[in-house]
């Protein structure tokens, strides 16, 4: 069972900086493809990054290319996104997602998330 749990969000400026982790309590975290997604007030939940199980493969949404870098450990069943040059725009609740398949736009295991504010 995966059980996901997110943290380090928080009120940043804009051109700033915010690591985000995404802890699993299970034991399985190796086997997945881990994803970051995140929703703005009023918007649909978007895609944010992905990583394969064993880190060797990344995949970022235009919006974050060259400001985020997506990593994991798996020796302490964690994931990180690293966000820098954050803008008013990234602001959202940002949730971490599990999926058994690389690659995969459908994740199967989701935390609760954490808010992301990046003030202007």
């Known amino acids: 069972q995966v059980q996901l749990v997110e943290s380090g969000g928080g009120l940043v400026q804009a051109g700033g900086s915010l690591r985000l982790s995404c802890t699993d309590s299970?034991?399985?975290?190796?086997?997945?493809?881990m994803a970051w997604f995140r929703q703005a007030p009023g918007k649909e939940r978007e895609f944010v990054a992905a990583?394969?199980?064993?880190?060797?493969?990344?995949d970022y949404a235009d919006s974050v290319k060259g400001r985020f870098i997506i990593s994991r450990d798996n020796a302490k069943n964690t994931m990180f996104l690293h966000m820098n040059s954050l803008k008013p725009e990234d602001t959202g609740v940002y949730s971490c997602?599990?999926?058994?398949?690389?690659?995969?736009?459908?994740?199967?295991?989701w935390g609760q998330g954490t808010q992301v504010t990046v003030s202007s």
């Open positions: 997602a599990a999926s058994p398949f690389w690659p995969s736009r459908t994740y199967h295991y």
């Open positions: 299970g034991r399985t975290f190796s086997r997945y493809a």
């Open positions: 990583i394969r199980w064993n880190g060797n493969n990344t």
